[in-house]
């Protein structure tokens, strides 16, 4: 299985701060990653996939990159509802796995 | 719009059947891939199995080979059965459909159902 390690597991942050989550896979995954976004009691919501691509109705604000074995999320100023957990996903291989979550706090 | 809306018990016992069903609306099941995904404290987000509209299924290894899934096309549903549950399988549980793109990022969740296992 394709082990995904996200660091840091808990961030805390200000409304205005440019934020950057890592994503980091025990092998290749080419471009086939995912991001979620999940709010406490809601089902988590595909912000981006194949690495950089943003989800239609996403704030721009929020940017993917990387391949290979490590992907970083970025948001560029950081919301007041951006305040959640973050998931990063691959999708190179079965069975899919997910991250551990990164908790973005103020 | 498609939706997803999970279905099933929220109490099962331990040993017994854990079985959920997942309506679609909006879209048909006859394409994509489906899968049920499940959440814990613990161990976070795990894919359980997928099952596509020619009938394919495969599953997390994980499991053993606890997971059924199987789909009616006629109600536009897709069902989970999980055999042999512990409190370990105690999750909130998800259906989720996978785009057609990308080698199938989730695009559409359920809202999820919390399962608990417990005598």
């Known amino acids: 299985d394709i082990q995904l390690t996200q660091s840091p597991s808990l961030l805390s942050a200000s409304v205005g701060d440019r934020v950057t989550i890592t994503c980091r896979a025990s092998?290749?995954?080419?471009?086939?990653l995912a991001w979620y976004q999940q709010k406490p009691g809601q089902a988590p919501k595909r912000l981006i996939y194949?690495?950089?691509t943003l989800q239609s109705g996403v704030p721009s604000r929020f940017s993917g990159s990387g391949s290979g074995t490590e992907f970083t999320l970025t948001i560029s100023s950081l919301q007041p509802e951006d305040f959640a957990t973050y998931y990063c996903?691959?999708?190179?291989?079965?069975?899919?796995?997910f991250g551990g979550g990164t908790k973005v706090e103020i | 719009q498609v939706q997803l809306q999970e279905s099933g018990p929220g109490l099962v016992k331990p040993s017994e059947t854990l079985s959920l069903t997942c309506t679609v609306s909006?879209?048909?099941?006859?394409?994509?891939?489906w899968s049920w995904v499940r959440q814990t404290p613990g161990k976070g987000l795990e894919w359980i199995g997928y099952?596509?509209?020619?009938?394919?299924?495969d599953h997390n290894p994980s499991l053993k080979n606890r997971v059924t899934i199987s789909m009616d096309t006629s109600r536009n549903q897709f069902s989970l059965r999980l055999t042999s549950v512990t409190a370990a399988d105690t999750a909130v549980y998800y259906c989720?459909?996978?785009?057609?793109?990308?080698?199938?990022?989730?695009?559409?969740w359920g809202q999820g159902t919390l399962v608990i296992v417990s005598s």
């Open positions: 194949g690495a950089s």
């Open positions: 996903q691959q999708l190179n291989s079965y069975p899919r796995t």
């Open positions: 092998q290749d995954t080419s471009t086939y």
């Open positions: 909006g879209g048909s099941i006859s394409s994509h891939f």
């Open positions: 099952i596509y509209s020619n009938g394919n299924t």
């Open positions: 989720v459909r996978h785009y057609a793109g990308d080698r199938g990022s989730f695009d559409y």
